[in-house]
């Protein structure tokens, strides 16, 4: 088993429902995009660069998708979240049924356009 595979698998069902499903919004969207374990969490790597990281949170209960290029994008900044970061944005995502599909895929979208 991969590593990358048997730390989502490892997950409580909570954040390995909400990761899962975010790698296949990202797999359909941008099928180039390589999932790698890097720093400890999943990460999608786009052209051998840092594309998005899916970390959840146990302490706080949510799962991070943060965006390398966050920064750098235009649209959706009312539920982006910056924080304390110089390049990272995320969405935050508490429960899987939060997951506003349309939001997700408009953000991966975006992103990827800041690597062509």
Not at 5 to 24: A, G, N
Not at 33 to 44: A, D, E, S, T
Not at 45 to 74: E, S, T
């Amino acid at each position: 088993m991969k590593q990358t595979d048997e730390y989502i698998y490892c997950q409580p069902e909570k954040f390995r429902s909400i990761v899962l499903h975010l790698i296949s919004v990202f797999e359909r969207e941008i099928p180039d995009l390589k999932l790698l374990f890097k720093w400890g969490i999943p990460y999608f790597y786009y052209k051998d660069k840092p594309f998005c990281y899916l970390a959840p949170n146990h302490k706080k209960g949510f799962v991070d998708a943060g965006f390398a290029r966050g920064f750098q994008l235009k649209r959706n900044q009312e539920i982006l979240i910056g924080e304390k970061r110089n390049t990272v944005k995320s969405l935050r995502y508490y429960d899987l049924e939060e997951i506003d599909n349309a939001v997700l895929i408009n953000v991966i979208q975006e992103s990827y356009a800041l690597y062509s």
